[in-house]
Each structure stands twice: as C-alpha cells, then as structure tokens.
C-alpha cells in the first residue's frame, strides 16, 4: 500500500570510486537495456544498501499500516464492508510479506528487519501514523493513500531489482481492488446521508495534509539522487509522483462535492504536448 | 489498562513485566512456493514463506499465494533443497557451465528440473530426471531438457524432499472463484455515482 | 411445513460462524508471523462468508435480511455457543478454540452434506474444501506446537483445559433434536460429539498434550438457549457501533 517518500539521505556516493569498474560499466549497461537485476548478479554496495533501505521501509509501512485500518475491522458497517475490510487489512500485510522476502534477496534476513523496526532503528512513511477517529478515516485510506501508493508502486515496479519488481507487480494487482473497494465506500458515504457527507469532509480535512507529506519532501536534485534514478532505484521525484496523485484525484474529490482544504489548489489549463489538459497546480513552497 | 482508539488493542493480554528482548529465529526458515494456476499448466515458483516445517509451509503458503485468482494445485519445498546452477546473461545457456559429470549412470533418485527462460520472470517446472545427486540430475537434464533455446538459471530439486498436493487436496480451492468480494470487479459505484452526479445537478 | 426446527438449527450455526469469525478477525494484522495472520484472516473471511450464507438460507425461509439480522439483534437473541464469544486472549488459547470448533464445525458440515433440506446440503457440500483447509491448519499447529517447547506444550495445556467446557458446550442438544433426526435434517448433537472426540482424540495422541477426562468436566451450556457471558454484548456493540448510526443509510 504505502511506497511513498522513501529517505535516501545518509548514505555516501564516496563508495562508487571503489567498485571493480568494468563490473560497474557492465551493470549500468544491463540497466541501460532495460533488463533486470538478480540476487545472484554482481551489483555496486551502495545499490544494496539502498534498495534494502528502500524496500525494507516500503514493507514496515506496509505492516504499520495494516493497523490504522485494522481499527476498523471489528465496526466495518455490514457484511459486504466487513468481508471487504478483512480482505484489504490482509492484503497489506500479505505486501508486507512478499516486500521482506524481496529484501532478504540483498542479504539481510527478515528476523533483523523486524527487530530494526521495533527497536526504531528503520524508518517507515509516517502517514502509517495517524489515528483513525471514524469510519470515514478508514475510508479515505482504502480510497486515496491507496492511490498515492499506487502512484508510487507502478513508477517503482519500472525499477531495475527484479525480486523488488516482481512484488510489485503482485501487489499494483491487489491495488486496484483497494482502490476500486476505497472509491466505493466513498462514493456511499458522498451520496448518503448528511452525516455520512460531513463524517467523510471531516475525514478529508484531517488525512489531507498527511496526504500531501505522503509523497515526501520536494527533492533536491543531488548527485546522489541522480545515481539512483541511473539504477532505477528511484523512478521519479517526490513531486512528479505528488502531482501526479493531484492530477488524477483532486477532480474525482471534488466531483463527489468534497472542499479540499487547501485554498491554493485550483483549476489551471496547461499546455502539454500540444493538447489543453485540464490539469491542478500547487504551490508546494508553502 | 490500555487507552487505545483501537478496541482490539484495548483487549489485549495486559503486559506486567517490562519487554525482553524476542528470543532469536522467530522467523523460522524459509519454503519455496510453486503454484499452478490451470490444469494442464506448469508449476512455477512464485515466492518464499516463512514456516516452523515443511507441513507448516504448505498450509500457510495456499493463502499467500492462491486467495486469488485461479489455483489447481500448490507444492512447496525447503529452500535449502533447491541446488541452483550459475546464472547467465544474453546469449549465454546456463547449461554450457554445467561442469561435466564424472558418472554416467542413470541414477535412481528423482528431480525435478525448472527454467528460468527470461530474465525477470519466475522459474518454471520443465521436467523430471533420474540422477544420484543434484549436481548429477543437471547433466541429465542438459541432455533431456535442453531444447537449445536459452535458459539463464536451472534448478534442481529432489522430487522427495517436495510437499505436494494430494488428490484429495485439491479440493481446497472449491470456493476460491467465489471470493467475489477479494476482486476490484465487485466493486462498481458507477450508477451511484451517476446518480448522485444527476441529483445533484438538480439541486444546484 | 413447520421450519421452527430448522431454523433454530440455521440459526446456531449462523450465529457460531459470525462470532467466531468476528473475533478471528481480530488478530488480523496482529498475528504471530506474518504467513499465519494472512492465513487466520483468510479462515475467518471463510467463517464470515460461511455464516451470510446461513442467514441468507433463513432469509429464504422468511427471515429478515442478513445484514438486518446479524447487526440489529441483542446477545440474548444470539444462539451462538459461548466458546466462540470468549475474548482473543493469548495466541494460545485461540489456537486451542479454532482446533476444537473448527474440528466440530467440519464435521458437521460433513454430515450436513446428507441433509434432507437440499439448500443446507448444496452449502455443506459446496463449502468442504474451506473446511478442509480450516481443519489442516488447526491439526497442523497443534501437532507442531504440541510437541515444540516445554513452553508451547504448557500454554496450550491450560488453554485446553480452559477451553473444554466451553468446546462441549458446542453439543448443547437442541429443544427439537428429535424433530431434527426424524426429518433427516440433521443426525443430531449426540453423534456430532461422538466423531468430534473420536477426532480430537486421534490428533492428541500424536502430541504431548492430555486430553483430560471428559465425564470429569461439566459442559458450559446455555448459549442455544440465549444466555451468554458478559463478552457477547460488548462484542455486538461494537459490531453495529457504524450501522447503528444510521441503520437506515447505506454504508
């Protein structure tokens, strides 16, 4: 579910002076050509490190955020939701499970992942944090953090670890019934009742601010990000992957009739490759 | 007592004594899990589980693997079992770095033999051979199995050391195209939403 | 034709596969190894299922609505044996309850498959293969921890001797057992315990742990009748605290 604002910061790109160079230029090569790296291929120690940074914190957020929903598991409104719920609270642990076994391909075992989490020595997306107060809360995480997700879960299952990919693809196919079970609860919720209108308006004003630190900080282009976006280890900037989210959503929010609170989103035409899309432009420095 | 927002949380066993460390290996071993989604289809790997045993690992890798989609059978197999031959890359057969065998006697112990025929993609079941050791079921398997197009990664796994599917089984996937309710298709909002849209309109 | 028998046998079952499957679903994403929490969620998705099933065969019959008749009624309506009310606690002692009623439950339904009320056989015939899988994982862990550490060994030792009166509690007979056997609905409570301990048994013996002496214990009784512990009603609460917002609205 959670793929976003992973942290790549800490790490030095010092190490690459010291890779075997041909080993290096054969790698990037295979990368250049679109193919995959394997566990048992040769791969430079900062790709390693990263890539169990990043798939070690993608599965944590996974794990934590089976709890916010789990919440309401036991409340979920009739048979349907309640089925429907158990299934997706499982689906993000069962992300979890293949998100680890991916990692523990790079050599660390899951026993130490999950000590590293519990003793908060890894780090995890923090949207996975917050308290749900009512139903709508757990609605709007099945719906729109599922979506941010995706967003980030499709650019990443382009990436160059195979093992990582090949999770990915399982879970983008499992994602879609989140996000198509999280739209339908939101649609129920829009056309029902005024209680139910205001009890997912009030949900949205909470979840939105997480939401937009969902995608993380605005990137500083460094020249250690530019090495991994090479790999195909980072596959897009946190506000490529933001905007990206706003674009496809904002207008579906708003069709239901919902007030996004943040008065600087607004409706703008911009010019993309000779076609006037209807695109939504948002001021990030503030 | 708890204050969680979380009733189940709420609920939990009460914790007296302050929290020692987990003892180590709580995360057993890991199995290979291969599925086959059809009659009549290859099994291919599709992933690990962790588990105590090998019994263990074949009940709990059926809902890791197949709550979804079409299953007609599941095996599984301890990982330590799996002998891997090196891995290649473009134009190189991983059976041409196979070193040579020293017997040539057929053997009396099964394998099964799995591709990896494209890079990226999973390992498929291509066969059975008889041989006195792994390293020995390769060579035959070479002979047997190798059509010539390139094959990146072989396994070989001892057919005994599997847990397969019985007959009887099978049956465990009766219900599994009936969970409607797992599937983004079970999930249509559309009249609503058109509804709601028109009603809407009128009102404003 | 009178149903009440019939329905009061629908109902036990229904009502023991909701609450059971309900408080299953407690341990999802709280589970002991992630394999095992996909694993228990998914079993109690199938006990969820299973119990929407039963009420929808009692809608047939004139009943209310599923949905109606699971998140409106009072614990002195529920005709769910008390073993499955009984909060989570420890892994352990769910563990002990999904054996125990989950080995009942797939008999059961075995014999079910020969009921003379062809919706209720086409069910248990059609749902086998769920049973089957439930019963698989219940066996396996008990013979795994049954025989694993002094510490697994002792734990599910008291949660087994915690949990038997409840489990028997299970066969608590039924005011029309009689009319129920005569009818070929169902063989009734006393043969469905008979091959229940016939079966634990069998499982036990390839463990360490003890089955106590069964005519030593006197059997928890009452929840066929309504009457349940102070668990269940807290329980439905929070079962119906969103739909009884507003019952009317579509969630």
């Known amino acids: 579910m959670y793929g976003g604002g992973n942290t790549f910061e800490g790490i030095k790109t010092d190490s690459i002076a010291t890779e075997d160079p041909t080993k290096l230029a054969e790698f990037e090569a295979r990368i250049e050509r679109g193919e995959k790296i394997e566990p048992a291929d040769w791969m430079p120690q900062l790709y390693r490190k990263q890539l169990i940074r990043m798939i070690e914190q993608h599965a944590h957020s996974e794990i934590i955020g089976a709890l916010p929903e789990g919440t309401w598991i036991t409340r979920a409104p009739g048979f349907k939701r309640k089925m429907s719920l158990m299934a997706k609270v499982q689906d993000e642990v069962g992300h979890g499970q293949l998100l680890y076994s991916a990692a523990e391909t790079l050599g660390k075992p899951r026993e130490q992942m999950i000590e590293d989490l519990i003793n908060g020595k890894s780090k995890y997306s923090n949207i996975v944090n917050y308290p749900t107060f009512t139903w709508a809360d757990c609605c709007f995480i099945s719906w729109l953090v599922d979506a941010g997700a995706i967003v980030n879960q499709l650019a990443n299952a382009k990436g160059s670890y195979g093992p990582y990919c090949r999770a990915l693809d399982r879970i983008c196919a499992e994602e879609s019934f989140h996000l198509k079970y999280g739209h339908h609860c939101v649609i129920y919720l829009a056309s029902g009742t005024p209680k139910q209108r205001q009890m997912f308006q009030e949900a949205l004003n909470r979840w939105w601010p997480p939401m937009m630190h969902f995608f993380g900080p605005s990137d500083k282009i460094s020249a250690h990000t530019e090495v991994l976006m090479r790999w195909k280890v980072k596959m897009g900037t946190n506000d490529e992957m933001r905007n990206q989210f706003l674009d496809m959503y904002v207008p579906k929010i708003w069709e239901l009739g919902f007030t996004i609170p943040d008065p600087k989103l607004k409706r703008v035409k911009r010019q993309v490759s000779g076609n006037t899309l209807n695109l939504i432009g948002k001021n990030l420095s503030a | 007592m708890l204050n969680s927002l979380d009733p189940r949380v709420n609920r939990l066993p009460q914790i007296n004594q302050s929290i020692s460390p987990k003892a180590p290996l709580d995360q057993f071993g890991t199995f290979e899990v291969f599925v086959q989604p059809k009659e009549g289809k290859s099994f291919q790997h599709e992933g690990i589980v962790h588990a105590p045993n090998l019994e263990l690992a074949y009940v709990l890798a059926k809902e890791a693997f197949t709550r979804r989609f079409t299953c007609v059978s599941l095996y599984v197999v301890d990982t330590r079992e799996v002998f891997v031959s090196p891995m290649t890359e473009g134009n190189n057969n991983a059976y041409d770095l196979i070193p040579e065998s020293t017997t040539s006697t057929p053997g009396n112990q099964s ?49 005994e050391a599997i847990r397969f599917t019985s007959e009887e089984d099978k049956e465990l996937w009766l219900t599994l195209p009936e969970k409607k309710f797992r599937d983004a298709s079970d999930y249509k909002g559309g009249d609503k939403l058109k509804n709601f849209l028109e009603r809407t309109k009128i009102n404003h | 034709m009178d149903h009440t028998p019939l329905k009061e046998l629908l109902y036990k079952m229904a009502d023991d596969q909701l609450i059971l499957g309900h408080r299953n679903s407690e341990w999802t994403g709280m589970g002991p190894l992630l394999e095992e929490d996909i694993a228990f969620s998914s079993m109690a998705q199938d006990k969820v299922g299973q119990s929407l099933a039963l009420y929808t065969l009692l809608h047939e019959l004139g009943e209310s609505d599923p949905d109606t008749v699971a998140f409106t009624r009072n614990a002195n309506q529920f005709h769910n044996c008390q073993l499955v009310e009984l909060p989570n606690q420890e892994y352990d002692f769910s563990l002990i309850r999904h054996f125990l009623f989950d080995t009942a439950e797939a008999l059961r339904f075995e014999m079910l498959t020969r009921s003379s009320h062809q919706p209720l056989a086409q069910l248990a015939t059609k749902i086998r293969g769920e049973l089957r899988y439930h019963t698989l994982h219940a066996n396996t862990w008990i013979k795994q921890l049954g025989s694993a550490t002094p510490e697994s060994i002792s734990r599910l030792q008291k949660s087994l001797e915690y949990a038997l009166p409840f489990a028997l509690g299970i066969f608590e007979t039924s005011l029309y057992e009689k009319e129920l056997i005569a009818a070929g609905i169902f063989e009734g409570e006393q043969a469905l315990q008979q091959k229940w301990l016939a079966k634990i048994e069998s499982i036990l013996s390839q463990t360490s742990l003890q089955l106590p002496d069964l005519k030593l214990i006197q059997p928890i009784v009452g929840g066929r009748q309504g009457k349940h512990t102070e668990h269940l009603q807290p329980l439905l609460d929070e079962m119906s605290e969103v739909f009884k917002i507003d019952p009317t609205a579509e969630w």
């Open chain 2, 111 to 159: 394998f099964e033999i799995y591709h990896l025929a494209k890079r990226g993609k999973q390992h498929v079941h291509v066969g059975t051979v008889a041989a006195n050791n792994p390293e020995e079921a390769m060579v035959h398997a070479r002979e047997k199995l190798n059509t010539g197009k390139i094959v990146f990664n072989v396994w070989a796994i001892a057919t």
